[in-house]
């Protein structure tokens, strides 16, 4: 699956961000998606994130066990932790 957000017409605080997006994570069908540009099921079995927040530009791509730790950790914290953020 391949998901663009923009957090830029959200205008959501990170924290709301990242429970958001977690959500997605754990229902992706059935989840209200405020700031997602697209969502296209291109067959993959990883999931691909473009992600951008005000000048920055985040491109991931996620097998499942790194989707889980998304949801639960939040994109912020698994950026940081991988040296990106």
């Not at 985040?58 to 889980?68: A, C, I």
Request: glycine share 8%; net charge negative; with cysteine.
């Amino acid at each position: 699956m391949y998901v663009k957000l923009d957090r830029d017409v959200c205008g959501h605080h990170i924290a709301t961000c990242e429970r958001c997006l977690g959500q997605f994570l754990k229902n992706p069908m059935g989840y209200e998606r405020q700031c997602f540009e697209q969502v296209v099921d291109n067959g993959s079995d990883d999931l691909t994130l473009d992600i951008k927040s005000g000048n920055n530009h985040y491109h991931l791509v996620l097998n499942e066990e790194q989707r889980n730790l998304l949801a639960g950790e939040g994109w912020a914290k698994v950026l940081e932790e991988a040296d990106i953020l």
